[in-house]
């Protein structure tokens, strides 16, 4: 079982063709509202990766509510958690360029007063794994956090946006996710080696817990097990990179919440993440088991590992 504590968010996305420089106002070529945020689109990518998922957060008593939940519910995602404040839904304001990239602001509105209070210790344990970001405070999240860590539970942080990391959070976590701007200012901050490799083996050896380094195109580098994986991302072609971290994240926490070992729940992250950029928008990208699977071959025959000694 996995239980997400995040974020939900209306995606209000602007594809351009290209990304606008400061003081500048250019013309769009479409507009859509979608459902996203953090949270929510890690708890659709595990559920659609074949875990059974819960989402607790907050989204606000307004119409960008409904929206913002469908696709969850749609995927029959459990949303008993889900807190309802008297304060506007998460907002992402999304600028997408010609080439796939983007550019992201976020307003957190109701993910504010998501309360970790609305995880009953019935729903984390031993058999229960904990998904957890930074779009949400992070005192909640650090509070959640060592709570489930004593009742046995697996904790995985996505920590995005980069945010400064306690020591107490980190001392709850079995799993940390970072892209390279969050590795290297979370490095920067513990007083660790920068670069992917040298920062997620260091990580590892100093704070005994799973380092995975996202690299975008180029796939990931992790660090479990005293052992360092290089995955290498399949070559597809690029429609929208929204979202992508998201697909990783979710594959990654359903296989590793299944039992599946770190080589074959890398292999699906990454695969995961990589077709989720064949697709526009976050949601509508997030691959199914299916289609993981299948990329998951081709990813894991390009793997490298060694040992940490």
Do not use: Y
């Not at 180029?218 to 005293?226: F, R, V």
């Not at 359903?254 to 993440?273: M, Y």
């Amino acid at each position: 079982m996995i239980v997400v504590f995040g974020s939900v968010n209306l995606d209000l996305v602007a594809r351009v063709e290209r990304l606008p420089r400061e003081g500048e106002t250019i013309a769009g070529t479409s507009f859509a509202a979608l459902p996203g945020g953090k949270g929510a689109n890690q708890a659709l990518a595990a559920r659609r990766a074949g875990a059974s998922v819960a989402m607790a957060g907050a989204v606000g008593a307004d119409g960008f509510a409904e929206t913002a939940l469908r696709e969850l519910v749609a995927a029959g995602t459990g949303l008993h958690a889900m807190r309802r404040v008297e304060v506007s839904t998460g907002v992402a304001l999304i600028h997408v360029d010609a080439a796939g990239g983007n550019a992201i602001t976020v307003i957190a509105g109701a993910n504010a007063h998501a309360a970790p209070a609305d995880v009953a210790d019935a729903a984390l344990g031993p058999g229960t794994t904990l998904v957890l970001q930074l779009e949400v405070p992070v005192d909640s999240v650090t509070s959640i956090a060592i709570r489930a860590k004593r009742l046995g539970t697996r904790v995985i942080l996505n920590a995005a946006p980069a945010h400064p990391l306690s020591g107490a959070l980190i001392a709850a976590l079995d799993v940390l996710i970072v892209n390279e701007h969050e590795a290297a200012a979370v490095a920067a901050a513990h007083a660790l080696p920068a670069g992917p490799e040298n920062f997620a083996s260091a990580f590892h050896r100093r704070c005994k817990c799973a380092v995975v380094v996202t690299l975008g195109a180029a796939g990931a580098i992790a660090a479990a097990e005293g052992a360092l994986f290089t995955v290498a991302a399949p070559k597809l072609r690029v429609i929208d990179t929204v979202g992508a971290g998201d697909a990783l994240v979710g594959a990654l926490a359903a296989a590793l919440d299944r039992g599946t070992d770190w080589a074959r729940a890398l292999a699906e992250g990454v695969a995961a993440g990589s077709l989720a950029c064949t697709v526009e928008g976050a949601q509508a990208a997030l691959p199914d088991r299916a289609a993981i699977v299948a990329q998951a071959a081709t990813v894991a025959a390009g793997m490298r590992s060694r040992s940490l000694g």
